[in-house]
């Protein structure tokens, strides 16, 4: 039996809901009708969770009309790529800093993103480094924040 | 309002102000002409730049972004016939036919015109009804600001578009993400997994712009970027708009302001309703109904006029209640409580030189979108034919400098991936947004005043036994279940029919 989508969030919204009510059961402040104290907010929301989800779970049941594709597999494939490169440029970050990390991933992703466009070398790696040298300026000349060094260079 | 006079002017004409006006217009234009990005969005991603600014410069850079991205949503609406933003939806229904028949200049120039007067008139209106608001606020307990936070949130559930029950589980995540860290009162650690980090509570940087930023770029770009619009420069060929066309339309005008102010001043509504709302009473109201859709500047007035009046009318609650009259004026409260001003009926006692400041720095900025747009109108089709490749790494680069900044940490950008990826989950599931941005940033006074509340009666009867808690909390109970009320009336006209 194929699940739809409004199945899968419905369900996985229940197992939230109960991990929710999990946690708070932990908390040493109880809950009274004369004081609900800390589990009030969070238990509300674990209560919307499980009604809600369920709620959802059966409307994705009585669904008979064909669902949408919400993304072909070349799709979800672009999906766990960028999602790794994110992760990636904030280790690279951690290592080698934000002065050789972030030009290399916007020439990276520019290019990726690029794909199909018409676009010239020197055009990216203007953007790449313009886009680094505006955000140094702004973040850490103009507003004195500091930026990530890089765990090899100190 | 007069004592602060000098004060705000020193603010106004601080050169590092007047930059921040003037480029905090311009990528608030920006922002909201492009489809997919809006004053909302420029508002999250630039916030913890003016972490480090005082409050003054602060808050003007984050009120010309809000500002210049509800101006700039006509153009989109025109040039593209897409909505650059919500509250610029019905503006399509006229302004791109307008366009289409060659009256692109025409329909830019009304969108302008009635922008500048829904944003500088509502401004004026804020100022002068947000301190008697906020004396009637004094005389309201724990038990009405838990009904009007309750409201709030259930408002935008109640016009919220789709299912219900995920509108529902959206603010419930809200709540979830608001109830991390130390509870308040008891100073109980909830959900902190002995994580240093979720000690102090999840930062609204790093929540909001990974869910609706960093999560709507990736997945824009793993469905696959839509082609480039293509724009007809030709189209716009002067402006078009003499003072009778302002005096033809005055009844209509006003009255679409005032439908902008009020809906505005609803808690949790906004220009994304107004504007629809403002758009249906003009054309029910005018001579040629029929006309509407095929390019009537009436359509046009009356959207841009309410859309923007709505953000005067958002003020007023923002700064005299402390509560949100939509997305982006939640966002603005959790930016000023950063900056230590707790937005409520105390505020004009304590900082009421910062209120003024606010409400005459939208004045200002309705001026300078005016000049700035007509000074650009044929500028636009170029923002409009920004490169997706260049525009989005950029702003991806940004979001995790933003979530860095926020706490000279890296664990930071890493929990933004982490929403990144709920923000993606939320899409797959069709889940909205806006409940769980006013949840989000509502939970903990919502909870705070909940706790006080039981505290000092003990008992949940007192929400219902004060008049006007007993109104919010009705409201709020009737906001939840109107589907099924809608329903039960709908079924009850078709058997009377």
Same mark, same amino acid.
Not at chain 2, 34 to 50: D, E, K, R, Y
Not at chain 2, 136 to 150: D, H, N, Q, T, V
Not at chain 2, 446 to 451: F, T
């Given at each position: 039996m194929k699940l739809s989508r409004d199945q899968i969030v419905g369900?996985? /919204?229940?197992?939230?809901? &109960?991990? &929710?009510? &999990?946690? /708070?059961?932990?908390?040493? &402040?109880?809950f009274t009708l004369a004081y609900p104290g800390p589990k009030a907010l969070p238990g509300l929301a674990a209560i919307g969770f499980i009604i809600c989800g369920a709620g959802i779970f059966v409307e994705g049941m009585k669904k008979t009309e064909e669902e949408k594709v919400y993304m072909v597999k070349a799709g979800w494939i672009r999906l766990g790529i960028n999602l790794l490169a994110l992760m990636a440029y904030v280790l690279a970050m951690k290592f080698v800093g934000y002065f050789i990390a972030t030009p290399i991933f916007l020439y990276g992703l520019c290019t990726w993103y690029a794909n199909g466009y018409e676009t010239k070398l020197w055009q990216r790696i203007l953007f790449a480094a313009a886009v680094t040298a505006v955000i140094y300026l702004v973040y850490v000349m103009a507003f004195g924040y500091q930026l990530p060094a890089g765990e090899l260079f100190g | 309002m007069a004592q602060y006079a000098s004060y705000i002017i020193s603010q106004i004409t601080n050169p590092l102000s007047?930059?921040?006006?003037?480029?905090?217009?311009?990528?608030?234009?920006?922002? !909201?002409?492009?489809?997919?990005?809006?004053?909302?969005?420029?508002?999250?991603?630039?916030?913890?730049?003016?972490? !480090?600014?005082?409050?003054?410069?602060?808050?003007?850079?984050?009120?010309?972004?809000w500002i210049g991205g509800c101006s700039g949503g006509f153009i989109g609406s025109v040039l593209l016939g897409i909505p650059g933003s919500p509250s610029s939806v019905a503006t399509c229904f006229d302004g791109h036919p307008m366009a289409k028949k060659g009256m692109a200049g025409r329909a830019l120039a009304i969108g302008m015109v009635a922008s500048c007067i829904g944003t500088a008139g509502s401004a004026i209106a804020g100022a002068f009804l947000a301190q008697t608001v906020a004396?009637?606020?004094?005389?309201?307990?724990?038990?009405?600001?838990?009904?009007?936070?309750?409201?709030?949130?259930?408002?935008?559930? $109640?016009?919220?578009?789709g299912n219900m029950l995920k509108g529902l589980t959206s603010a419930c995540i809200g709540l979830l993400f608001a109830?991390?860290?130390?509870?308040?009162?008891?100073?109980?650690?909830?959900?902190?997994?002995?994580?240093? %980090?979720?000690?102090?509570?999840?930062?609204?940087?790093?929540v909001l712009i990974g869910i609706f930023g960093v999560a709507a770029m990736v997945e824009a770009h793993a469905k696959g970027f839509d082609p480039l619009p293509e724009v007809d420069t030709g189209m716009i060929k002067g402006i078009g708009i003499k003072m009778s066309d302002i005096m033809e339309n005055i009844v209509n005008i006003i009255r679409s302001?005032?439908?902008?102010?009020?809906?505005?001043?609803?808690?949790?509504m906004g220009a994304g309703l107004s504007n629809l709302v403002a758009y249906s009473v003009a054309k029910n109201n005018s001579k040629h109904p029929e006309t509407f859709g095929t390019g009537n500047p009436e359509g046009v007035w009356a959207s841009e006029c309410s859309n923007n009046a709505s953000i005067g009318g958002a003020m007023i609650p923002m700064a005299a209640l402390g509560i949100p009259g939509d997305s982006a004026t939640a966002l603005l409260i959790g930016a000023l409580t950063i900056h230590g001003l707790e937005m409520g009926p105390m505020v004009f006692r304590n900082s009421g030189d910062i209120v003024y400041l606010?409400?005459?720095?939208? $004045?200002?900025? $309705?001026?300078?979108?005016?000049?700035?747009?007509?000074?650009?109108?044929?500028?636009?089709?170029?923002?409009?034919?920004?490169?997706?490749?260049?525009? %989005?790494?950029?702003?991806?680069?940004?979001?995790?400098?933003?979530? %860095?900044?926020?706490?000279?940490?890296? %664990?930071?950008?890493?929990?933004?991936?982490?929403?990144?990826?709920?923000?993606?989950i939320m899409s797959f599931g069709?889940?909205?947004?806006?409940?769980?941005i006013l949840?989000?940033?509502?939970?903990?006074?919502?909870?705070?005043?909940?706790?006080?509340?039981?505290?000092?009666?003990?008992?949940?009867?007192?929400?219902f036994t004060r008049p006007l808690s007993c109104i919010f909390m009705i409201i709020g109970i009737a906001c939840v279940f109107s589907p099924i009320l809608k329903a039960a009336f709908a079924k009850i006209k078709r058997n009377k029919a």
């Open positions: 369900a996985l /919204i229940v197992i939230l809901g &109960v991990f &929710v009510f &999990v946690m /708070i059961s932990s908390f040493k &402040v109880p | 007047l930059i921040l006006l003037l480029a905090g217009n311009v990528i608030g234009m920006v922002f !909201g002409a492009i489809p997919g990005l809006n004053g909302t969005m420029a508002v999250m991603l630039f916030m913890p730049l003016t972490f !480090g600014m005082q409050t003054g410069p602060a808050i003007v850079f984050l009120l010309s972004l004396d009637i606020a004094f005389a309201i307990g724990p038990w009405e600001y838990f009904g009007l936070c309750f409201v709030a949130i259930t408002m935008v559930l $109640a016009i919220s578009k109830s991390v860290g130390f509870s308040p009162i008891d100073a109980q650690a909830r959900f902190t997994f002995d994580n240093m %980090y979720l000690m102090g509570g999840l930062g609204m940087t790093t302001f005032l439908i902008g102010l009020g809906i505005g001043f609803l808690p949790g606010m409400f005459t720095t939208v $004045a200002i900025c $309705a001026l300078v979108c005016f000049v700035l747009q007509a000074l650009g109108m044929r500028v636009f089709p170029l923002i409009l034919k920004v490169p997706y490749h260049f525009m %989005y790494p950029a702003l991806i680069v940004i979001s995790l400098i933003s979530a %860095y900044v926020d706490s000279s940490s890296l %664990y930071k950008c890493g929990m933004m991936i982490f929403f990144c990826i709920v923000g993606l069709g889940l909205p947004q806006s409940p769980l949840a989000f940033i509502l939970g903990p006074t919502l909870e705070s005043n909940m706790l006080k509340a039981f505290q000092n009666t003990g008992t949940i009867s007192t929400f």
